[in-house]
């Protein structure tokens, strides 16, 4: 037991390196692709103490040369996904029983290595599967999964610390227990960083895990199963399943110990997930905790004050860092007719000076998409658009699959603010704009709040208070993050705790106390020190 009161390390947020020519760390992390490029790694199941490779393989492909292999993973079956649960189960007592402070240290040493000698690693491993330039790769992979796991400890002891109050005679007490069972962490190819923490939220808090990473994210994941066995990470408390999603999630969701998903993705499977364990609600040992991170189809909205570089700005960056591939980026926009103009030349002359390939090349601005299908679906909208009565390309348009997923970053102007690219997640480098009247500057924040079903991000752009505020106000359900002179994308953990709400999720902010809350049961302890002998209160004589 513990024969202290600890104060943890001050969570600060991790600096994100420059990576500009002749820096070390640039040196570091291009050698380091280029080793991990040229060697293949077999990545296999992670179940208790046990290296699982069942022959049933899947290549890892780099989204922007498809051709080549750095690697395979092994697919599980029933089976497997069985033992997991039951390597989970096996391993909670222990898990649950330590010490705060020993399972803190352990997350807090996975995240100096993370900063340390992992740091050219994690990044180079989600440069080469994920086509994350080497600058989304460093804020992401590096800097936000360090936050997560420092901010997380930090959060940790701010929860066991908040207690009830205690009359005279009484100790009042409150315990946060981790859940009975075990919890499904269910995370996307987009972010190393909501990889890793997926998982070790809920384990922190003394959970046990059964984690599938997305089979586009295996080759980073790998990295972080590696990372976490070295910072003293206890087998079976986070297991690593891949293979078929459907099974995996029907066999877990079927298993009376689920305790909690854990889930960023898409909106239509969470929804399906929700379902699943809905209908099989009567099966539970308690009511699973279901936190999900979902879709958005994100907006700009510009008032007619706005500064037309800034706006063009926001645009370049939300909309087409890391190829639009993010859940948060700005994928709608509303501008007025007044600066338009000026806007559209900005963000022209920004696109056409974006160059595209391989992450390996620090001065490319983006990479591919991540796979076949999507750069598929992505030429349909594209190619629908330019055959439009009522949209225009303006930048961009053009595609090409013959190396790897190449999406040229495109804007589509549309005289039709319900247009389809207006409405529909796209989740790649396309930008819908609609051009509105400056007079229609209310009609048009209603139109924005209406259009879409999601509330993840969303942003304005104003010199005029009156404005934003007014703004502010109106779309106060439309995003879970909302950005006041800035582009949608960007949320810092322990600065802007993310998530949306509607069909974005249950907007339980990653990267802030709100989210460990949901992976502790809460015990409440009373304990009385004079206890009466006499049933009869004072009023009776």
Avoid at 138 to 161: G, P
Avoid at 332 to 344: F, L
Wanted: proline letters at 6%; aromatic letters at 10%.
């Amino acid at each position: 037991m513990p024969k202290g009161i600890y104060n943890v390390p001050k969570a600060i947020n991790e600096t994100v390196k420059s990576y500009a020519p002749g820096t070390l760390e640039r040196e570091q992390v291009l050698a380091t692709f280029k080793e991990m490029y040229n060697t293949t790694v077999d990545v296999p199941l992670y179940i208790g103490s046990e290296e699982i490779r069942t022959g049933n393989t899947r290549n890892i492909n780099p989204p922007f040369d498809h051709k080549k292999v750095v690697g395979v993973f092994h697919q599980a079956e029933k089976a497997h996904v069985e033992k997991a649960i039951a390597a989970a189960l096996e391993a909670k007592p222990k898990w649950a029983a330590m010490a705060w402070e020993q399972r803190a240290s352990i997350f807090l040493k996975a995240a100096e290595l993370l900063a340390g000698p992992y740091r050219a690693k994690i990044n180079a491993a989600t440069m080469i599967a994920q086509a994350k330039t080497v600058h989304q790769a460093e804020i992401d992979s590096a800097c936000e999964f360090i936050d997560f796991l420092r901010f997380n400890v930090e959060f940790m002891t701010q929860i066991y610390a908040e207690q009830p109050i205690s009359s005279e005679g009484i100790w009042n007490r409150m315990e946060h227990r981790p859940l009975e069972g075990f919890v499904y962490a269910i995370t996307p190819f987009n972010f190393t960083a909501i990889a890793g923490n997926l998982p070790s939220a809920p384990a922190l808090m003394g959970n046990v895990v059964v984690w599938k990473p997305s089979a586009a994210q295996v080759y980073s994941a790998n990295v972080i199963m590696e990372v976490f066995k070295l910072a003293g990470l206890p087998d079976g408390v986070i297991n690593m399943v891949h293979g078929n999603p459907g099974m995996i999630s029907e066999t877990l969701t079927s298993s009376r110990d689920l305790a909690g998903v854990h889930f960023t993705g898409s909106t239509d499977v969470f929804n399906n997930l929700w379902t699943m364990i809905g209908q099989n609600i009567n099966i539970y040992k308690s009511y699973p905790r279901i936190v999900g991170e979902t879709g958005g189809k994100d907006f700009v909205i510009a008032h007619p004050s706005s500064i037309p570089a800034q706006v063009s700005t926001a645009l370049s960056r939300g909309a087409f860092e890391y190829q639009g591939q993010k859940c948060s980026a700005a994928s709608r926009a509303y501008i007025p007719q007044s600066i338009w103009p000026t806007v559209k030349d900005l963000l022209v002359k920004d696109l056409a000076s974006m160059k595209m390939g391989s992450p390996e090349d620090p001065s490319n601005f983006v990479s591919a998409v991540i796979t076949e299908a999507s750069f598929d679906k992505l030429a349909r909208y594209i190619d629908t658009a330019k055959g439009a009565k009522d949209a225009e390309i303006v930048a961009g348009g053009n595609y090409d699959k013959s190396v790897g997923y190449f999406i040229e970053p495109t804007v589509i102007v549309t005289t039709n603010p319900k247009y389809d690219t207006m409405c529909t997640e796209l989740f790649g480098p396309v930008l819908t704009i609609y051009v509105y009247e400056d007079a229609k500057w209310s009609e048009t924040l209603k139109l924005v709040d209406e259009t879409s079903p999601y509330a993840l991000t969303g942003a304005v752009f104003s010199q005029d208070r009156y404005a934003i505020e007014e703004a502010t106000k109106a779309l106060e359900n439309s995003a879970g993050n909302f950005y006041i002179n800035d582009k949608p994308t960007g949320a810092v953990v322990g600065q802007q705790p993310f998530g949306g709400a509607r069909a974005s999720g249950t907007n339980d902010k990653a990267g802030s106390i709100l989210n460990l809350v949901r992976w502790v049961s809460p015990r409440t302890i009373k304990e009385t020190f004079v206890t009466p002998t006499d049933y009869r209160y004072p009023f009776l004589g």
